[in-house]
């Protein structure tokens, strides 16, 4: 019997949030990336999200043919339609990214809504990837994205965040991992008050990356919010995010607009 969602298995997993979206992909990807590193589980999670039979029944709600372009309106069955295959095309993709890269795996289906899963998750896993569409609509997934990193072009930079005065080592070493599986350049988000602060957290933080015989960046922010994880991501281009506390981000205000409008993964680490 495979284990239940909540269940601690006794090899570490790695949780990853997908839907038929290319930055579900590349969240894809960065899991793949961080279980082969950890030599934990690969465990994906499809929901089925509520929000679409919320459409049901209004005058705007119709499903189009791309063959005549006729439009009908949406029905209980086109949503669980929609679901199963949009579940066996994420099953595959996931079964693929796993096998290229000799990892365990298992698939998960869960009914509800994204953010409420990952909140129940998070109370009982460790390492948890998101990667989210804006909207409902159904996107093609691109396979490439999904295959072994040696055949990747390089990416944007890794952006890890770090608090003043508190430097997370396991979220330092998932960044860095990252980074040197992707060739991709490593940045340190410092949160500080006063630039007295940032820069003492800064000089830790290098102190830390010699000591595991890297290097990165320190770009300083004031105060963390939704918007600021946006704007700072949108800027550097990010390649992903990760992110200590997972609880804490997944308090944050305005989560959904994050989870829409940041262009990469996010790693939730404890």
Request: glycine residues 8%; hydrophobic residues 45%.
């Amino acid at each position: 019997m495979s284990p239940t969602l909540l269940e601690r298995p006794v090899v570490p997993r790695i949780w990853v949030a997908l839907d038929e979206s290319p930055r579900s992909t590349a969240a894809l990807t960065a899991a793949a990336d961080l279980a082969a590193g950890l030599d934990a589980e690969l465990a994906g999670l499809f929901v089925e999200d509520i929000n679409l039979q919320h459409l049901i029944g209004l005058p705007f709600a119709r499903e189009f043919s791309l063959l005549s372009g006729v439009g009908r309106p949406l029905s209980q069955d086109d949503v669980e339609r929609t679901w199963r295959r949009e579940a066996e095309t994420l099953q595959r993709l996931l079964a693929e990214a796993a096998g290229s890269l000799r990892l365990r795996w298992s698939f998960h289906v869960a009914r509800g809504r994204v953010s409420a899963e990952m909140n129940t998750l998070a109370q009982a896993f460790d390492l948890i990837v998101l990667g989210r569409r804006s909207g409902i609509q159904v996107m093609t997934v691109s396979r490439t994205a999904a295959r072994h990193a040696g055949n990747r072009p390089r990416t944007g930079p890794v952006l890890v965040l770090l608090d003043e005065g508190s430097i997370s080592a396991r979220s330092l070493d998932l960044g860095v991992m990252l980074a040197r599986r992707h060739g991709a350049e490593l940045l340190l988000l410092i949160d500080a008050e006063n630039e007295d602060a940032y820069r003492v957290t800064c000089a830790a933080a290098q102190t830390a990356l010699k000591a595991r015989e890297t290097s990165g960046r320190c770009v300083w922010l004031i105060g963390i919010n939704g918007s600021k994880l946006i704007q700072v991501a949108r800027r550097e281009e990010a390649g992903c995010l990760v992110l200590p506390d997972k609880e804490r981000f997944l308090r944050t205000e305005g989560l959904d607009r994050v989870l829409d409008e940041i262009e990469c993964p996010i790693v939730l680490t404890g």
